[in-house]
């Protein structure tokens, strides 16, 4: 079945630095990929997705690119605030809805 | 977008007994999916649950353990069958219409 790999499990940055996570997975019938942040004690939201016809997507300081011929997929969030801090899960999906997660990547932002 | 609650929000459990998790959506949907997440770790899929056959169970999970009821199409239960402390996580419900997938506020399951 479909296996997700997420790395780095922490990432400590700088306050208005940039932080990259970076995943791959293992299904190429996969075309749905998502990045959900998860606060502490709240439900995962969904931040930014990208489709396999689609190679990057941005959304003011996020944005993922995918790269369909290597299977792996990033996230990258630039001009980072404390707020930024959570953690943060990258996904694949293809089709059928059913969503497979990677194990998160825990974002410290310093001051 | 959907909107999705949960019931309970918490629980504390003694063990071999078992709890019911029901997860409401505001829209019809045709799955719902029910995750597990324990602490600190990873969302892992429990089970598909369509409206009008048996839910499809991920390996590792079994319908004795983890019973799934899906009467309609806006509603669904999770039952935790006798417990035990490993059962200790949050359980979170979700949907995803157009593939983009929500998800309820969680149950937190604590088993003594």
């Known amino acids: 079945g479909e296996n997700v790999e997420q790395h780095p499990s922490t990432l400590s940055v700088q306050e208005g630095d940039s932080a990259v996570i970076k995943c791959t997975y293992s299904d190429s019938a996969s075309n749905y990929f998502p990045w959900y942040k998860q606060e502490l004690g709240k439900r995962p939201q969904l931040i930014i997705d990208i489709r396999s016809n689609v190679g990057e997507k941005k959304d003011q300081r996020i944005a993922v690119t995918l790269n369909k011929t290597a299977k792996h997929f990033s996230l990258h969030i630039t001009e980072t605030q404390p707020e930024d801090s959570a953690v943060y899960f990258c996904?694949?999906?293809?089709?059928?809805?059913?969503?497979?997660f990677g194990k998160g990547t825990r974002l410290h932002i310093l001051p | 977008s959907a909107v999705i609650s949960q019931k309970p929000s918490r629980d504390i459990c003694q063990r071999g007994t078992s709890l019911t998790i029901q997860c409401q959506v505001d829209?019809?949907?045709?799955?719902m999916f029910w995750y597990r997440q324990q602490p600190g770790q990873s969302l892992t899929l429990i089970a598909t649950?369509?409206?009008?056959?048996?839910?499809?169970?991920e390996s590792g999970f079994v319908i004795d353990k983890f019973p799934i009821s899906r009467p309609n199409l806006t509603f669904s239960t999770l039952t935790v069958s006798n417990m035990s402390p490993e059962d200790s996580s949050i359980y979170l419900c979700?949907?995803?219409?157009?593939?983009?997938?929500?998800f309820g506020p969680g149950t937190r399951l604590t088993v003594l």
């Open positions: 649950a369509n409206q009008g056959s048996e839910a499809t169970y």
């Open positions: 829209s019809q949907v045709t799955m």
């Open positions: 996904a694949a999906s293809w089709g059928d809805d059913k969503i497979i």
């Open positions: 979700s949907v995803a219409p157009g593939q983009q997938q929500f």
